[in-house]
């Protein structure tokens, strides 16, 4: 059974950084893409940054500059989050494209205090 496990989420204070971390487990798992989503209280899941196996990234205009998406896509994928702000207090979620279907992690909590 395949498994999004993330790791990294928490309190920090506005100007901190946290990273996540994303790891698929429990099977063979070969993604095309993986990335971040984020939901706040009261508003719809949105996506943050993704990365495809050939490197091509893609952010949401409000991480531009501060968000960083790395890893090698197929199995793993991290998010290096500087310069936050209390607006990206959110539960973060891993997700997982593959050919034939896509996976999403159970979430961690990253609270920015002002």
């Known amino acids: 059974q395949v498994q999004l496990v993330e790791s990294g989420g928490g309190l920090v204070q506005a100007g901190g950084s946290l990273r996540l971390s994303c790891a698929a487990s429990?099977?063979?798992?070969?993604?095309?893409?993986m990335g971040w989503y984020r939901q706040a209280p009261g508003k719809q899941r949105e996506l943050v940054a993704a990365?495809?196996?050939?490197?091509?990234t893609n952010y949401a205009d409000s991480v531009k500059g501060r968000f960083t998406v790395s890893g090698n896509a197929k199995n793993t994928v991290y998010l290096q989050m500087n310069n936050l702000k209390p607006e990206d207090t959110a539960v973060y979620y891993c997700?997982?494209?593959?050919?034939?279907?896509?996976?999403w992690g159970r979430g961690t909590q990253v609270t920015v205090s002002s």
């Open positions: 997700h997982a494209d593959l050919i034939s279907r896509s996976y």
């Open positions: 429990g099977a063979i798992f070969s993604a095309n893409a």
């Open positions: 990365i495809t196996t050939g490197g091509t």
